[in-house]
């Protein structure tokens, strides 16, 4: 069984930086890719980016230029370094692993808690 555990986050000030940190442990099939989701109160959990095992990231529009995904494969770790944050950042941003070849699955992180103050 594929577990997340999500590091960092916290209170930040507006312009301020954050780095998160997701380690999967339990991996018997290889993952595809891992990402970043973030769901703000009220609202659906959104994509804020996504990197493959081969290292090719993809960014939600609001977040490029600003955030930076990054992956450790032989760490089974991915991280994301936010910069710039505003507050509209604010969020319990979650970390998800995707395998999408047989037997493919899909595992979510308990999700750490952003607040980025103005």
């Known amino acids: 069984q594929v577990r997340l555990v999500e590091s960092g986050g916290g209170v930040v000030q507006s312009g301020g930086s954050a780095r998160l940190s997701c380690a999967a442990s339990g991996i018997i099939f290889s993952i595809t890719a891992m990402g970043w989701y973030r769901q703000a109160p009220g609202k659906q959990r959104e994509l804020v980016a996504v990197?493959?095992?081969?290292?090719?990231?993809n960014y939600a529009d609001a977040v490029k230029g600003r955030f930076t995904i990054s992956r450790d494969n032989g760490k089974n770790t991915v991280y994301l370094q936010m910069n710039s944050l505003k507050p509209e950042d604010t969020a319990r941003y979650y970390c998800n692993a995707e395998r999408t070849s047989y037997p493919a699955y899909s595992r979510w992180g308990q999700g750490t808690q952003v607040t980025v103050s103005s």
């Open positions: 990197i493959t095992s081969g290292g090719s990231p």
